[in-house]
Structure formats: structure tokens, C-alpha cells
């Protein structure tokens, strides 16, 4: 599978999820949500910059309990529960954002 962004081709595995991890962009990262019908927000790239934080800091993609728990610490003035990431993220916010955020999926997501 593959994704064409700025007439750059960029391999997707079966899931969606870039191979290469270098080959993200803000660009891909549009290109992607367009392919979940989601346009990204303000809200979006928030959680998306800081799941690309955790994933320099600790080499992986957060499941959904540590990755509220994550950006609570980070954005500690806003009030972020599942609720609010299911509404962003279409009901599978760890794996989406992970996906728009250029990361693999996270290992313990079915």
C-alpha cells in the first residue's frame, strides 16, 4: 500500500501505518487523516506533537491508558479522558494518533 504526498510516494503496511518513519510529515500526516476522514485541528496536533514526544523519549507507541496519562502531565490546565481522544480519534484514539503521528502501532492494541 502507498500513500502519494507532494508526488512523493510513501509505503504504508497493511494497517496504514508508515514503514519508514522518517517519511513523516505534517503533509503525510494530513494525507493520513484525510484517508480517516478526520481534518486535523489545533486539538489534533497538540496530542500528535506530544505522541511524537513520548515516542523520542520511551521508543514506543503508548497504548490508551499511558498516553492519557501522558498528556495530562504535559497539558496539565486541559482535562483529557478517553472521551475526549475517542471523539478525536474516531473510537481508536491510541492507534490513530500513533498512525497520524508517523509511529508504529502500539504493540498492545488489537
Not at 489534533?44 to 513520548?54: C, D, K, N
Amino acid at each position: 500500500m502507498k500513500l502519494t504526498v507532494n508526488h512523493q510516494d510513501i509505503m504504508l503496511d497493511d494497517e496504514g501505518y508508515l514503514i519508514n518513519l522518517q517519511d513523516w510529515s505534517p503533509a503525510v500526516a494530513n494525507a493520513l487523516a484525510e484517508r480517516e476522514s478526520i481534518t486535523l485541528t489545533e486539538s489534533h496536533w497538540q496530542i500528535i506533537e506530544l505522541l511524537r514526544a513520548f515516542y523520542q523519549q520511551y521508543a514506543l507507541s503508548p497504548s490508551n491508558r499511558p498516553l492519557i496519562k501522558y498528556l495530562n502531565q504535559q497539558l496539565p490546565t486541559q482535562q483529557i479522558n478517553s472521551l475526549t481522544l475517542n471523539l478525536l480519534f474516531n473510537g481508536s484514539p491510541a492507534k490513530l494518533a500513533a498512525k497520524l503521528a508517523g509511529l508504529p502501532k502500539p504493540t498492545n492494541c488489537l
